[in-house]
């Protein structure tokens, strides 16, 4: 029976692993972490994943876990490759750490497998030399490199339903690969070498990135156009050949906002990635000029903020577009208040909704959470009724007849005339004058033009 010790019990590794012992594998599981090696050796999961307790119980017989890799056939290396934020290059020393604790072990006829996102030629450069300290030469022992591309929320029906792409060594590394893999692997399986098969998984995540970047751009100029952009897209759409993506407060997750600059860390030519980049992060800037919009004339105003998780339906905030926007909103002054009913832990601390809403001024929508859409705004004790859908999911007529100023990103529309009693500020906001409207009449009074002048908001 095949047995595969698997580096890297985290969002990708560890239910990759249990697929495998629940097909039949058996599995040691490695973690440098003792505290996620104690915790799964305890009949507990160190994180939450759509499926992942029911797998866990069919796989926990043939599973086991270690913080040291031991004799196996497969190996397979899961491990973080982060960005270094300082400059923008990718930090591989996780995949270099797992290769040389891999070398010890390594025989011929092993297959080692790299599942980790990697720049173009990391295999060859990296990851190769440092299997050959093992005395054992490429080509004795097997190697391929299997980019995962699973989404949290779907990890394990996409990692048995997807198509793969599989970039071995040589022809056998590939074809071993690829047996491995069809143990529980229902989609497609492509074959290719290994540089390829980097350069596919970076170039999957830049073309959504670049894409997003697009539609962030149509948002922006939709509003100085003063027309909304959700419904351009939608007629955009119906073209056969045109498929525009959603705007948003910008790009998070752990691929998308990092892939892009492992593509293009070794070009000093390519401009158009980078610049995505630039146009996705500053979308919190731009939610963020909305918000000093409507709430001008507030005194110390306060804002609450409905998801801070990257996207909608998971607890995942990594990389996620709120960090930025709640840094750049606290330097404004403003007092922030979170909530998200999927995140269990975020630096910032998470309150209830009705806490969270209690006498703010301003609530904003960062996440598509399903549970935000049928938000009752007639049970909201706010102080004044402001509302900005950076996802353009609330029923924005619902709202307005509650009597709040709704603005959409993206939206540049006129904005129906709001009963002004319900844009009233409360009594003491306003010294000089007391039956100001809160929120401007028409979207078309904000200044939306792009201050650096490249598109960006930064
Ligand atoms: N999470 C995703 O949605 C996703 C999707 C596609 C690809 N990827 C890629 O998969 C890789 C793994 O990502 P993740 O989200 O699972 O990371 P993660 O941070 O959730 O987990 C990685 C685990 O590896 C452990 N680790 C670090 N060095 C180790 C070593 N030498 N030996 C054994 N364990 C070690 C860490 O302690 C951690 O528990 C990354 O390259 C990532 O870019 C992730």
């Known amino acids: 029976m095949m047995k595969i010790c698997v580096l890297g019990l985290g969002y990708i590794g560890l239910p990759t692993a249990l697929l495998f012992a629940a097909h039949g594998v058996n ?37 086991f876990a270690r913080t040291e890799p031991e004799a196996a056939d497969v190996f397979l290396i899961a491990v973080p ?42 295999s060859e450069r990296v990851v190769i030399p440092r299997l050959e300290k093992s005395g054992v030469a490429a080509g004795e022992f097997l190697y391929a490199h299997c980019p995962e591309r699973a989404i949290p929320g779907r990890t394990l029906q996409e990692m048995a339903g997807n198509c793969r792409i599989i970039g071995g060594y040589d022809r056998d590394s590939t074809d071993r690969a690829t047996a491995v893999y069809q ?15 980097e350069f596919v998984k970076l170039m999957e995540n830049t073309c959504r990135d670049v894409n997003i970047a697009l539609a962030n751009e149509f948002a922006q100029l939709a509003e100085e156009c003063g027309i909304n952009v959700w419904e351009a897209i939608t007629l955009a759409n119906k073209h056969p050949r045109v498929t525009v993506l959603n705007p948003g407060p910008g790009v998070g997750g752990h691929c ?69 926007f709640i840094q750049l909103a606290e330097n404004e002054g ?13 630096p910032h601390s998470l309150m209830d909704a009705t806490d969270a809403v209690a006498g703010s001024d301003c609530l904003i929508i960062l996440t598509d959470h399903d549970c935000f859409r049928t938000i009752d705004p007639a049970g909201l004790r706010m102080r004044t009724k402001l509302v900005i859908d950076a996802r353009n999911i609330l029923d924005h007529e619902k709202w307005t007849d509650q009597g709040f100023a709704v603005r959409v990103l993206g939206d540049g529309s006129p904005i129906q005339p709001v009963p002004l009693a319900g844009l009233m500020a409360p009594a003491g906001l306003y010294p000089a004058d007391a039956t100001r409207p809160v929120a401007p009449s028409s979207s078309p009074s904000f200044s939306l033009l792009s201050p650096n002048g490249r598109g960006g908001y930064l």
Request: net charge negative; with cysteine.
């Open 27 to 63: 599995v040691v599981g490695v973690d440098v972490k003792q505290s996620v090696v104690d915790c799964l050796n305890h009949g507990n999961l160190p994180f939450s994943e759509p499926g992942i307790e029911s797998l866990y119980g069919e796989a926990k017989d043939r599973f």
């Open 81 to 122: 490759t982060p960005l270094d934020p300082a400059t923008k290059v990718s930090d591989l020393s996780y995949v270099k750490n797992a290769a040389e604790m891999i070398a010890p072990h390594l025989r011929e006829g092993n297959l080692i497998i790299l599942e980790s996102t990697v720049p173009p030629g990391t």
């Open 256 to 324: 998308i906002a990092i892939d892009p600059w492992f593509l293009t860390e070794n070009s000093t030519r390519c401009r158009m990635v980078a610049t995505a980049r630039e146009v996705n992060d500053s979308m919190p800037n731009y939610v963020l000029h909305i918000a000093r919009s409507m709430l001008a004339g507030i005194r110390n105003p306060t804002i609450c903020i409905f998801g801070v998780a990257y996207k909608g339906n998971i607890g995942d905030t990594r990389e996620s577009p709120a960090f930025k």
């Open 334 to 346: 403003y007092t922030v208040r979170c909530h998200d009913p999927h995140v269990k832990e975020f």
């Open 183 to 197: 143990t529980f692997v229902r989609g497609q399986i492509y074959q290719t070498d290994t540089r390829t098969a």
